[in-house]
């Protein structure tokens, strides 16, 4: 099974609201990664997890908070949103450790695509 | 950090149609990813491939990480085949980096 799955797969929100994004992958990966997509460009790194220890922030504003609860769940908690902010979020997990000598075969959630208003 | 290069950006092909999509980076990397993203915006895993050369059904991909540059082949293109491609690499101590990605448009 190389499934990532995320929820949910759409979602508008305020700029007021508080809303989660969510990550799930049963592959007894280590490595987890937020990855955001503006259209017609490629996905950028936000935040990478490895053994459910953040251990890279792209320089992401604090709106944007990541928890990994277990090695199976990623989460995106988002706050006080802006517009520039609508985008796809994408999920992906590796095998290996992340930042480390040598990491592995990435996979990819189907995303979510996050609308602000 | 590396830099990622794909080309061409945008490719219309006949359905049938071969086609070669490459990807230069600029430094010397130990990861290296061909992703198909398709219109509902899902990566779709192509060929995990550092270095050598791999085949899977009408796809194949040749990376050759001493001259920095990798080729993904497609060949009797289908409909299907439309989207974007997108090549991913990791340097060594660094973060995945994506290309700008080739966008492939197949027509019937």
């Known amino acids: 099974d190389t499934e990532v799955t995320q929820t949910p797969k759409h979602l508008v929100m305020g700029m007021t609201n508080k809303k989660s994004l969510k990550c799930e992958q049963h592959?007894?990966?280590?490595?987890m990664y937020w990855y955001k997509q503006k259209a017609k460009k490629p996905p950028e790194l936000m935040f990478v997890?490895?053994?459910?220890?953040?251990?890279i922030n792209e320089s992401v504003p604090s709106r944007f908070s990541p928890e990994c609860p277990n090695s199976s769940l990623l989460n995106l908690h988002l706050h006080a949103l802006q517009p520039e902010d609508s985008a796809l979020y994408l999920c992906?997990?590796?095998?290996?450790?992340?930042?480390?000598?040598?990491?592995?075969?990435?996979?990819f959630g189907p995303g979510t695509r996050l609308t602000v208003t | 950090g590396i830099q990622v290069e794909q080309s061409p950006p945008d490719l219309i092909l006949q359905e049938g149609a071969n086609s070669t999509l490459r990807c230069n980076f600029s430094?010397?990397?130990?990861?290296l990813q061909w992703f198909h993203q398709n219109p509902w915006g899902q990566l779709i895993n192509l060929f995990y491939?550092?270095?050598g050369t791999k085949q899977n059904g009408r796809l194949s991909a040749t990376t050759v990480a001493t001259e920095r540059y990798s080729l993904l082949y497609i060949s009797s293109s289908q409909t299907t085949d439309s989207g974007v491609y997108f090549c991913?690499?990791?340097?060594?101590?660094?973060?995945?980096?994506f290309g700008p990605g080739t966008r492939l448009s197949v027509l019937p």
């Open positions: 991913a690499v990791r340097g060594y101590g660094q973060n995945f980096v």
């Open positions: 592959m007894g990966h280590r490595a």
């Open positions: 992906a997990s590796s095998p290996g450790l992340a930042g480390g000598p040598v990491t592995y075969e990435q996979y």
């Open positions: 997890y490895s053994y459910e220890k953040l251990s």
């Open positions: 430094d010397s990397v130990n990861n």
């Open positions: 491939i550092p270095s």
